[in-house]
């Protein structure tokens, strides 16, 4: 009618538009530094569903207020449920069952630990989920109780505990960040093995996950049976760090565990079943149409898939894009691979909004977001291979460089071996020696042994291309803004053909693959102090030059600062090589981490005190010194003929610039002090001095601190370490001289410029900040703990 106004067009609750707006409110939340207040988040929620339910232009607003208040709120009960400050390091009593599969070690067994939700149990734990670690005893030669652990048991255990806490390191895996993803509320170990009871035999889908994969061990060949268990039950124990350092390189990984590629596979496999059931049977289809009843079966055998699997993200992924269609078909309406997608990321964000924080999340979603944007649904799939290969490589690599810092330059080839192999002779060969051997124990045996055989035809041609140039290519840690730059670049690159400027696109891909790597200029320096537990790692950079002062410690057949967090941050930092690798003594402390880092990265000398158990090219002497780049670098201690004391006989090393000095002194104690104090005070008149033995009680004399003269002390040492260190006396004295004191177990790591601008200084936890922070916790409870016995205090890894 005219005069009327036109209502204005509203956009689809469960569109594309509302979708996106969700994923933007629900990863804004978890961007942030702290989450807001509960009564805030509840209100935003309740505003956003009425401003998504409205069809008002505004509605998706409402989904992006929802996205962040619902996810919020998971965050929230999440920490909630960790662990109290108070129960830090306290011995439990706990009853419960293990969940997942256990994953043995040479000298532990890791595991997932549901808590009983009964009144016997600890109040803050109750039906909570605890990662355990089960070690045996020191000096053991042999396995000791933790043999008898097996998936779906429930035990009794003594248990020491304490909240989720990781490091902090340009590069390092946030277990911080994981452990609230997981819903972990609190990590510990077994306290007397011996007193450890199995109340009952393991039961239920992990448990028949495990004797279905001993089978698999049993009767396939050894060489490569790991990979048929991989494969067929998405167990990925057997693998060793060999092998995923090939997976790795040659762009497999997203292969080699169950994938959602593998789940359609076997819902295709499930519907070509139903297909040959009903020409077979006419009647059945008065029971229900063909149809619906091809959907319905795929849906089951890829929801049966994904529970073999263990609900890897991925597979749910698969699975709610499967149900999206059915439920579609049954209700006749058309369904888009979109429109799935779509449904499937609301339905995923709803039931676990936490998964924002996998890196499966992003790259499963955004896989097949790009090829159902590139590629039509109408090509069939064998023309649609190659091009496929090429959207999803494109497409995917910002998403790879930032969530892992690599790239494979050799991952497209070998990809297109890989998928049509492995998916398509390996896996299903798998998977029917697994449901023979369901049927009939010893019926699978045949079955994984072809399996394996075609498996072993392509590995070696993997093995040799991740050893080639073409393998790996390190990235620096990019900026935030290098992310969306390299999108946009390659959904400009991914245009149709035809449309200009493409090679200009390329340009925005620049501060992803080639970031400012910050180096200082000529005369200028660059600190790290890295968090690496209870040891040292120092990175120390000129304009073209990069040191490496010690390596952190290294636990046998376990956490390893050298592997987990010196490497990490090196790649993360674009150190391609070592200049000089200075050892400050053989203590463990300090050398553990150097095979690791020797092994990855290029060293060109190392350097050791003369007499230290470390394999050395040259000893470092006191008055040794040299030059790089306009920086002096200048060795103290220990001088010509000094025997090896352990700690005593530290390489202490000063780096100079016209702006000021940095003193890395070791472990020496006041008795060495004494003496450069004596004879050299005026070389140890520094700006930055990283604290002497971590900061214990026998070091860090007063006499040495004046002499120093320092504005800044760094300590590297453990949260929770049994030494106390630093400690208070120790922090109080370099407060008193004027020096302000940071420590890497609630900095995480430290960097620190000298240069014509000054001082300047950023800490890891304060600089990148997120909710699941485990400092700011502990800080809001105001307490702490110390480990009363002799484990090893080694971080999570």
């Known amino acids: 009618m005219a005069g009327e106004a036109t209502p204005a067009r509203s956009m689809p609750p469960l569109g594309l538009a509302c979708a996106l707006a969700w994923l933007i409110g629900a990863a804004g939340v978890l961007w942030r530094s702290e989450l807001p207040g509960v009564a805030a988040l509840w209100t935003g929620l309740a505003v956003g569903l009425g401003w998504w339910v409205a069809p008002t232009r505004w509605r998706w607003f409402g989904a992006a207020l929802v996205g962040l208040a619902w996810t919020g709120l998971h965050a929230g009960w999440s920490l909630q449920s960790q662990l109290p400050v108070a129960w830090e390091g306290r011995e439990i009593v706990v009853t419960g069952r293990v969940d997942g599969l256990p994953e043995p070690e040479a000298r532990r067994t890791r595991f997932l630990f549901r808590i009983d939700d009964g009144a016997d149990q600890p109040l803050p734990l109750r039906g909570r989920t605890v990662r355990v670690a089960w070690y045996d005893e020191h000096g053991a030669e042999t396995i000791g109780p933790r043999r008898a652990l097996g998936a779906g048991e429930r035990w009794r255990f003594h248990l020491r505990v304490r909240?989720?806490?990781?490091?902090?390191?340009p590069g390092g895996f946030d277990a911080e960040r994981y452990a609230m993803a997981q819903r972990i509320s609190a990590t510990g170990y077994v306290r007397a093995p011996e007193r450890a009871m199995r109340l009952e035999a393991g039961s239920g889908l992990d448990a028949w996950r495990s004797r279905m994969s001993a089978r698999i061990e049993a009767g396939a060949p050894a060489a490569s049976n790991r990979f048929v268990r991989a494969l067929a039950l998405g167990d990925t124990r057997g693998l060793s760090q060999d092998d995923w350092q090939v997976l790795r390189a040659a762009g497999l990984t997203h292969l080699i565990a169950i994938s959602g590629f593998h789940v359609g596979l076997v819902a295709g496999a499930f519907a070509l079943l139903a297909v040959l059931a009903w020409r077979l049977f006419p009647a059945l289809a008065r029971r229900m149409p063909r149809p619906q009843a091809i959907g319905w079966l795929a849906l089951a055998g890829a929801l049966g898939y994904a529970a073999v699997a263990g609900f890897a993200l991925p597979t749910l992924r698969t699975v709610l894009m499967i149900a999206v269609v059915v439920l579609a078909r049954t209700s006749r309406r058309p369904a888009r691979v979109v429109d799935a997608l779509v449904l499937a990321m609301l339905a995923m964000l709803v039931c676990d909004p936490l998964s924002l924080l996998a890196p499966g999340f992003?790259?499963?979603?955004?896989?097949?977001?790009?090829?159902?944007?590139?590629?039509?649904?109408?090509?069939?799939?064998?023309?649609?291979?190659?091009?496929?290969?090429?959207?999803?490589t494109l497409g995917l690599l910002p998403l790879t460089a930032v969530l892992f810092g690599q790239a494979s330059l050799a991952g497209p080839l070998a990809n297109l071996v890989a998928i049509p192999w492995w998916s398509l002779v390996v896996v299903p060969l798998s998977l029917v020696g697994t449901v023979g051997e369901w049927v009939h124990p010893g019926a699978g045996g045949v079955a994984w042994r072809w399996a394996a055989t075609c498996f072993d035809l392509t590995?070696?041609?993997?093995?040799?291309?991740?050893?080639?140039?073409?393998?790996?290519?390190?990235?620096?840690?990019?900026?935030?803004?290098?992310?969306?730059?390299?999108?946009?670049?390659?959904?400009?690159?991914?245009?149709?053909?035809?449309?200009?400027?493409?090679?200009?696109?390329?340009?925005?891909?620049?501060?992803?693959?080639?970031?400012?790597?910050?180096?200082?200029?000529e005369g200028e320096m660059e600190l790290v102090v890295l968090d690496v537990g209870q040891g040292l790692s120092v990175v120390v950079r000129t304009a073209n030059h990069a040191l490496l002062y010690d390596a952190g410690p290294a636990v046998e057949e376990g956490f390893d600062a050298g592997e987990r967090a010196v490497v990490p941050a090196l790649r993360a930092l674009g150190?391609?090589?070592?200049?000089?690798?200075?050892?400050?003594?053989?203590?463990?402390?300090?050398?553990?981490?150097?095979?690791?880092?020797?092994?990855?990265?290029?060293?060109?000398?190392?350097?050791?005190?003369?007499?230290?158990?470390?394999?050395?090219?040259?000893?470092?002497?006191?008055?040794?010194?040299?030059?790089?780049?306009?920086?002096?670098?200048?060795?103290?201690?220990?001088?010509?003929?000094?025997?090896?004391?352990?700690?005593?006989?530290?390489?202490?090393?000063?780096?100079?610039?016209?702006?000021?000095?940095?003193?890395?002194?070791?472990?020496?104690?006041?008795?060495?002090?004494?003496?450069?104090?004596?004879?050299?005070?005026?070389?140890?008149?520094?700006?930055?001095?990283?604290?002497?033995?971590?900061?214990?009680?026998?070091?860090?004399?007063?006499?040495?601190?004046?002499?120093?003269?320092?504005?800044?002390?760094?300590?590297?040492?453990?949260?929770?370490?049994?030494f106390r260190h630093p400690r208070e006396d120790v922090v109080a004295r370099w407060r008193e001289a004027g020096a302000?004191?940071?420590?890497?177990?609630?900095?995480?790591?430290?960097?620190?410029?000298?240069?014509?601008?000054?001082?300047?200084?950023?800490?890891?936890?304060?600089?990148?900040?997120?909710?699941w922070d485990a400092v700011r916790r502990q800080r809001a409870g105001g307490l702490s703990y110390r480990p009363e016995d002799g484990r090893p205090d080694a971080p999570e890894d």
């Open 575 to 722: 150190v391609p090589r070592l200049d000089a690798l200075v050892v400050s003594h053989g203590d463990n402390d300090h050398a553990g981490g150097v095979p690791a880092v020797r092994e990855s990265v290029p060293v060109a000398i190392t350097l050791a005190p003369a007499g230290s158990p470390v394999e050395g090219d040259a000893p470092c002497l006191g008055g040794a010194a040299w030059r790089w780049d306009g920086v002096e670098f200048r060795f103290l201690h220990p001088p010509p003929h000094f025997p090896y004391f352990g700690n005593e006989a530290s390489c202490v090393l000063r780096i100079g610039t016209t702006q000021g000095a940095v003193l890395l002194p070791g472990d020496i104690g006041t008795q060495i002090e004494a003496g450069l104090v004596r004879r050299q005070a005026a070389w140890l008149r520094s700006d930055v001095v990283v604290l002497p033995h971590h900061g214990s009680a026998g070091s860090s004399a007063g006499s040495f601190v004046r002499a120093t003269g320092a504005r800044l002390a760094v300590g590297s040492s453990g949260f929770g370490n049994r």
């Open 163 to 169: 909240a989720p806490r990781g490091l902090a390191n």
């Open 459 to 521: 590995w070696p041609a993997f093995t040799w291309l991740a050893n080639s140039r073409f393998a790996l290519w390190w990235l620096p840690e990019p900026s935030v803004w290098a992310l969306p730059l390299a999108l946009m670049g390659a959904a400009f690159i991914l245009l149709p053909k035809g449309v200009p400027g493409k090679m200009l696109a390329s340009v925005l891909w620049l501060p992803l693959l080639w970031p400012d790597r910050g180096l200082p200029r």
């Open 362 to 392: 992003w790259l499963s979603f955004a896989g097949v977001a790009w090829l159902a944007w590139c590629l039509p649904a109408s090509l069939h799939w064998a023309k649609a291979f190659l091009p496929a290969q090429g959207v999803a």
């Open 740 to 771: 302000e004191v940071l420590d890497t177990q609630s900095s995480g790591a430290v960097r620190i410029w000298l240069g014509r601008d000054g001082l300047s200084v950023r800490e890891r936890r304060h600089d990148r900040a997120r909710p």
